[in-house]
């Protein structure tokens, strides 16, 4: 019986020394003093560095002394603590100086000119100027992506979730797997490559929108196959029972009850295609005045303006540049909260038809 | 229905009738609709194949084992071997970095926020996601990098020894090491966010077991969580690797290219096969374009692979209602 | 070492919901103690607030004061790592850690408290297997997964897990629920052993099990849905079966109500 070793914990009591809250705040007033003194005689500088060096000083503090008041596994525990609460922080940092910095930057130039002008015989070191073309532009490359991708998307789901059998159904699943990983640089290529350079059609928006189409489809459809793939198997056999046809047992019951996760998950797709760049420098090639038509001849966009902006290193350009961030981010941010409210009112009404 | 089982005149042209034109034209229209996809893809392997295989032709040099980029020149010599050799650096970087602040991101959101600030915490995660990535490159040039060039220069100098935390201009700057930063950012969330998902899919009774033998909240974790949630969370680090290979436009703004081999992460220079193609498509001629094809089908190839793996390390072993 | 557990004006709540109302009782060492009543009833919840489990779940807390031996567990310089370490627990459905063989199941709660010393690790292994009835089936294949075992197996394994760190007390939340009867017996066989150890308080479902295993029964129950659950009375199994203090006691008992 090996009782003796095993009872010490036991036999020791259920209360044990802690670290009180004051002593944790002691432990950060310190950690902030030592961090200071390190800045001060080291070429440490810089406010980001600052973060760094107080978090793990920290951590190396309160360790050393959880270690010797409350022991070894209540010390691994509470650093735990502190590395998960610090990498939140730590992650939502960029998140917190992004929008700050955009909008004090962006701010700038967030007027009338910025929203109603292009940059038609605008120099990069004049003042003035603005995006209006290529904010038409984004919204109209927007427009024509989703009228393309939502209903292809939308039937490739329905043709994954309530048609497809056997290898040729696992087939297709596979590759819109690897349509999920395709760089958006590479869609861009191969719209550049089949549209600019084979069908000789020439740079337009619908092109930029073509290329768009790609890295749409596949978000689209795996949203939406996970919407439709919650709709219980019960309701499509209760419409089947009725003597309703598959197509109309589709259209009529699944649809409609999939449909509020099916405009989420669209919007989302919706709000990350409109900050692509990439697959858009190779098909629209960028102009400085307002087009319209998105179908014949070059055409702006919001990520293309900003690209353009930076590359002239003039402060009247990265002003207007910054304008244009902030301006994208809104639109981006609007969608993303659209479709996170949507879900919210949806699953509420849902939740009192259901009761 | 079936009451009427004796055969009925009517009741076959009844059962015809289901199987109406609407009906076979709609199941039609679906299979199409799946065969676009295959379109889709197999039409970017063929064009970028074709518009390819002229350019490589026209290469002198070897394409993958050159370290160089003059398609332009005459003769052409161009290889892919600079540009894949960027590319996998910042995205490894990239993957160092976000991984541990994304599970711990993903820890404190499912087991230590507290419980009516899970979601809308969660939420904040995810907005990250949705800043395009044309923002987060103006950030990391405009803010990233003078705020880090303190900590920088202040590892170069004491950690120069190491030659890969070291710079060989004497400064710091557009480097991997910012490059790689910038992507650990944007790939953190989706990390974050399916590790999120499967840590709140441990079941409760495994959680408790270790619990109720007297385990930390640590000790639960690596008990019961990080064993259950592990191929779950390897997917999502390859998934996120993926992603930050093929980023564009970020490592466009944010790195100083060159076509050397660049070895300390810390000095500016290098490049990465889709900052490449985005920097020098305008101004590239008939071999440099196909040349940038090339190698955008290099990297097409490469992420098709990590996805691959991604995918199988996810059916291997993933626990039932996978999230990737 | 068993110890003897009191409790004096428990109340617990799940946010402002309180499940159950004020309960006092004393429970003796190396004795068996049965709580039942209808679903609902907070049982659980009561046998759950013992080892401070209940607080694991997000809103939980407790009013009241339990006692392990004259010592309170919920006193402010109590950690509950300690208190769940003295006072171990089986649940309802077998929960080994899948990815650990037998030995290092039953070897984990050793090896939390820091024991390394191999030959004392085999030793205490050993010895909870055999008290949990489960050593002869399994000593040969002690380096193989614990989730490749029956259910009522698994649960012995449990059992061995939670005896292994030597608990003053054990708590059982009906654990032959997910068992078929063979296994039930089995384990209600390895409680009357186990009683010479510990002190064990087991909710159950089945009167018959309380009226085979346990020494005293408690009967808990709640006057409607939202109400807080309650103990009725405390008394000698025998009493409580055959002549209860209580008239709802009597109607649960002899199938009138519930």
Known sequence: MTAATLDQGTQAGLSTRRLSRWTLLGVLVADVLVSLGLFAVTPLQGRADFGVFVLLVYLALQTMLSISVEGRRKAVDRFVLAVVVGSFVVALLPLASILVYTSVHGAKRFD???????????????????????????????????????????????????????????????????????????????????????????????????????????????????????????????????????SKVVLRIVMPTALPGIVTGVMLAMSRVAGETAPLLLTLFGIDQIVNDPFHGPQEALPLFIFNEISRPSPEAYDRAWTAALTLIIIVMVFNLLARLFVRFASRNRGSARA | MTSTAPAAPGRSRLLQERRTVPDRGFRVLVIAAAYVVLAILAGIAIFLVLKAVPALHKDTANFFTTFAWNPDNTPAQFGIGVLAYGTLVTALLALVIAIPVALGVALFIAYYAPRALAQPLGYLVDLLAAVPSIVYGFWG???????????????????????????????????????????????????????????????????????????????MIKWSALPYARSGIASAAVLGFGRALGETIAVAIVLSTNYELVSKLLSPGGNTIAANIALTYSDAGQVGTGALIASGLVLFVITLVVNLVARAIARQSTPAGSVV | MAKRVELDSLSCFYGKFRAVDDVSMTIEPKSVTAFIGPSGCGKSTVLRSLNRMHEVTPGARVEGRVLLDEEDIYAPDVDAVNVRRTIGMVFQRPNPFPTMSIFDNVASGLRL??????????????????????????????????????????????????????????????????????????????????????????????????????????????????????????????????????????????????
Request: glycine fraction near 10%.
């Open chain 1, 112 to 246: 009338t000119t910025f929203f109603t002008h292009s940059m038609r015989n605008v120099g990069p070191n004049d003042p003035g100027g603005g995006a209006y073309h290529a904010i038409i532009g984004t919204l109209e490359q927007l427009a024509l992506t989703t009228v393309i991708a939502v209903p292809l998307g939308l039937l490739v789901a329905i043709y994954l979730t309530e048609y497809a059998r056997g290898r040729f159904g696992r087939f297709v699943s596979f590759f819109v797997d690897v349509m999920t990983g395709i760089p958006s640089i590479v869609a861009g290529l191969f719209i550049y490559a089949l549209w600019i350079q084979t069908l000789k059609l020439g740079y337009s928006g619908f092109a930029g929108s073509l290329a768009l189409v790609v890295i749409m489809l596949p978000t689209v459809i795996r949203s939406s196959e996970e919407m439709l793939k919650l709709v219980p198997p019960s309701l499509r056999e209760a419409g089947l029972a009725l003597g309703m046809t598959k």
């Open chain 2, 141 to 219: 040039l405009l803010f990233l990098r003078p705020y880090s060039a303190g900590l920088q220069t202040w590892v170069a100098r004491y950690f120069s020894w190491t030659h890969v935390l070291g710079t060989s201009t004497g400064t710091v700057g557009q480097s991997f090491f910012l490059a790689g930063t910038v992507l650990a950012v944007m790939i953190l969330p989706i990390v974050a966010a399916i590790s999120r998902e499967i840590f709140l899919q441990v079941p409760q009774t495994q959680r408790e077991a270790a619990l109720a033998l007297g385990a930390t909240k640590w000790e």
């Open chain 3, 113 to 258: 408290n820091g024991v390394r010393n191999k030959a004392v690790l085999e030793e205490s292994v050993e010895r909870s297997l055999r008290g949990a009835n489960l050593w002869e089936e399994v000593k040969d294949r002690l380096k193989k997964p614990g989730a490749g075992l029956s259910g009522g197996q698994q649960q012995r394994l449990c059992i061995a897990r939670a005896i292994a760190v030597q608990p003053a007390v054990l708590l059982m939340d009906e654990p032959c629920s997910a068992l078929d009867p063979i296994s039930t017996l089995a384990i209600e066989d390895l409680i009357n052993e186990l009683k010479d150890e510990f002190t064990i308080i087991i909710v159950t479902h089945n009167m018959q099990q309380a009226t085979r295993v346990s020494d005293v029964t408690a009967f808990f129950t709640i006057a409607g849905t939202g109400q807080p659950g309650k103990l009725i009375e405390m008394d000698t199994t025998s009493k409580i079966f055959s002549n209860p203090g209580e008239k709802r006691t009597e109607d649960y008992v002899t199938g009138r109500f519930g």
